[in-house]
């Protein structure tokens, strides 16, 4: 019987899978195979942790995001709240300034009215009175015209008042 190189290659392909067997490469194959599997596996729900914890501090990120900008809408409310209040505070003040300078000033002219006139009455009386001395003492004199000046006097004393 001759045997060709076919079949010599046959016979050592099947020793050859007999000795992989022998040797348990199919297992440690299979180990290695199954390791990786777990290892994929294990990276996967490992992946799956992180990203449901990026995903809760992205959550937690906008809630704060918007707690934020909730705080800083409410401070800038605040804030035009409180200008509001002073300007509407400076305006009352100032109206107030004005009012009392205004009266002031209303006060203070009729005050140098008052005296202005009480001034007039003054000088009027006394050109009046040097008036009447004169004229008196160039038609009256004696006793007459000191009494005469006198009465005159208590007059225009009860007309100033």
């Known amino acids: ?36 599997a777990d290892k994929i596996k294990s990276d996967l729900e490992e992946a799956r942790k ?8 992205l959550a937690e990120y906008q809630r704060k995001r918007k707690d934020a900008e909730a705080e800083a809408s409410e401070i800038v409310a605040a804030a035009k ?13 100032t109206a107030d300034y004005v009012t009392r300078r205004t009266a002031q000033a209303e006060q203070k002219i009729a005050q140098a009215e008052s005296q202005a006139m009480a001034e007039v009455k003054s000088t009027a009386v006394d050109l009046a009175m040097d008036a009447a001395r004169d004229i008196i ?17 208590a007059e225009v004393k009860a007309r100033m008042n």
Not at 15 to 35: E, N
Not at 50 to 57: D, K, N, S, Y
């Open 1 to 36: 019987m001759s045997f060709d190189a076919s079949f010599w290659a046959l016979v050592a392909l099947i020793l050859f899978f007999a000795l992989l067997v022998y040797l348990k490469v199919p297992g440690v194959v299979s180990k290695a195979l199954d390791g990786r």
């Open 50 to 57: 992180l990203r449901e914890e990026a995903q809760q501090l």
């Open 81 to 93: 709240r409180e200008a509001d209040a002073l300007r509407e505070e400076a305006e009352l003040k």
């Open 137 to 153: 003492s160039s038609k009256v004199t004696g006793k007459a015209s000191t009494d005469m000046f006198k009465q005159s006097l």
